[in-house]
């Protein structure tokens, strides 16, 4: 569901629900957040190695980008 959340806001949508979903902000920060968490809780729970690589490869691609 945030992943097509997030495509949702990518195509320049707005997400009309305020608060909240599935524990993220509906805000592409809050979206791409909740994403990286979930692929990480997943990561952590698989018993294949290169499933794990790949999980903590795709949080690595969606973390929200930061202004240094």
Known sequence: M??????WLRVG???TTH???LGANLDQDGVRTGLERCY???AR???DMWARFELVDRAIAIR????L
């Open 2 to 7: 945030l992943d097509a959340a997030l495509i």
């Open 13 to 15: 949508k707005t997400l």
């Open 19 to 21: 608060g909240a979903w």
């Open 40 to 42: 990480r809780d997943l």
């Open 45 to 47: 729970e698989t018993g």
């Open 64 to 67: 929200p980008r930061t202004n």
